[in-house]
């Protein structure tokens, strides 16, 4: 079997190679055929089969649909140190950082897109759109979703980290309002939370037909008030799920791409659910639950997403999260960070001031970034600080951070990006 990139001689590979031993990028092995295929590949290039992606990769805000906060690998017991791989500085505030096929794609807020391979550190890509970038990209079957003020813009991978590959987007799409929180897509369809500045209800919106060179216009699923960002897993139909108020009465949205062609919706009202969606606080989906924040207190609460029903509340003051399982994980409150298996708060100094979700690493990890510049690490078992790093030699706050295959990297107020790896179990 051959490396499948054309400037590459390398021939005789087995196809369970995860990098070509020649030119030592990424390789995608196709789980029917076993042919190996380029990094951002959709199909496989022998039997036309589409291709799985990696639970690894971090392709959306707080790691993908589910909005867990959830890488899986599992890093090394009792490791205190990063390394740092890679230095690289934007021309602006690091809006974003995603990855897929381990290479990280930096976006800053006015629009300067960065893509690197993190194990070469090779640059594969530097472009600019149009900015400001106004919510948060993702990332879905090889192609980069970004959106701005009345816009809506798809690259693809492939081609913009390509040597002859065009740097233009595949397609723009007007809208009428602007993008905000976080895009989703799913199957074949981009959701995004739409707002406008006269004070107009906001909107979520889609658009079929997002992996063809036009998609279909936007058109309104529901307006609200109060809306949350949509949220959503792959099992067991490819399910997505926003919360809605108005009226102080709660409803919850699921919508099922089955057949990924014709999307099933219901809507459920949720009686006796609180009240006052804090809808800048992303909801989560893990398994069939849903998590949402709620009134002044912030109450972290639990909603059957199967019945729309109302569960559990869980925890106060809760700010963010991040979950590795239906019962593990940490909230952040108002001056602790709060251990879920443990059912104790860490305490925070004044100073420690979080300024990003958190993201955990596998069994063992919590990372947190800091308005000073700080990325700390805490043991997710035995709640204590493991580890520190500085984003830069000047205080900058940090705006990104994110965790995929063996990696951590964050991003800062001024532009900087940073890349640790991490040590792994064998």
């Known amino acids: 079997m051959n490396c499948p990139y054309p400037d590459c001689t390398r021939r005789g590979l087995q196809g369970n190679e995860k990098r070509c031993p020649q030119c030592h990028r990424f390789l995608t092995a196709c789980s029917h055929c076993r042919e190996l295929n380029r990094a951002f590949a959709n199909h496989c290039r022998k039997c036309g089969q589409e291709l799985s992606r990696t639970g690894f990769d971090w392709q959306g805000f707080k790691g993908g649909p589910e909005r867990t906060g959830f890488n899986p690998f599992d890093r090394a017991e009792g490791t205190r140190d990063l390394e740092e791989v890679l230095h690289l500085e934007l021309d602006d505030r690091c809006k974003s950082l995603l990855s897929c096929d381990e290479h990280l794609i930096a976006v800053s807020a006015n629009g300067r897109i960065e893509i690197i391979d993190a194990a070469t550190r090779q640059r594969k890509a530097g472009l600019k759109t149009e900015g400001p970038i106004t919510c948060e990209p993702c990332v879905h079957r090889g192609s980069l979703y970004l959106g701005s003020r009345n816009r809506l813009a798809a690259y693809t991978l492939g081609a913009i980290t390509s040597a002859t590959g065009s740097r233009e987007p595949r397609w723009e799409v007007p809208i009428s309002g602007t993008p905000v929180q976080a895009l989703l897509a799913i199957a074949d369809r981009l959701y995004t939370t739409v707002g406008y500045r006269d004070g107009r209800p906001q909107e979520i919106q889609a658009l079929d037909g997002i992996g063809g060179a036009q998609p279909s216009r936007p058109r309104a699923l529901i307006t609200g008030h109060r809306l949350s960002a949509p949220a959503g897993g792959t099992e ?18 699921r919508i099922d791409h ?13 009686p006796g659910a609180p009240r006052e969606l804090k809808s800048f606080v992303p909801i989560a989906v893990l398994r069939n639950k849903v998590l949402a924040v709620f009134g002044d207190d912030s109450k972290l609460c639990a909603f059957d997403a199967e019945r729309g029903a109302f569960k559990t509340m869980i925890q106060e003051d809760v700010r963010e999260l991040a979950l590795n399982g239906p019962t593990d994980g940490v909230l952040l409150q108002g001056g602790a960070i709060f251990f879920l298996y443990r059912n104790r708060p860490e305490r925070l100094t004044p100073d420690d001031r979080i300024s990003v979700p958190p993201v955990i690493v596998g069994r063992r990890s919590v990372y947190v970034g800091m308005k ?55």
């Open 236 to 253: 067991p139909r490819r399910r997505i799920v926003f919360l809605s108020e108005d009226s102080g009465r709660l409803t919850l949205n």
């Open 258 to 270: 089955g057949d990924g062609v014709n999307p099933e919706v219901t809507t459920l009202p949720v």
């Open 372 to 426: 000073d510049g700080r990325v700390r690490w805490y043991d997710l078992n035995n709640p204590a600080v493991m580890g520190e790093e500085h984003l830069a030699q000047r205080s900058e706050e940090v705006t990104a951070l994110i965790s995929f295959a063996n990696y951590v990297a964050a991003g800062g107020s001024r532009g900087t990006v940073r890349l640790f790896r991490l040590e792994g179990n064998e």
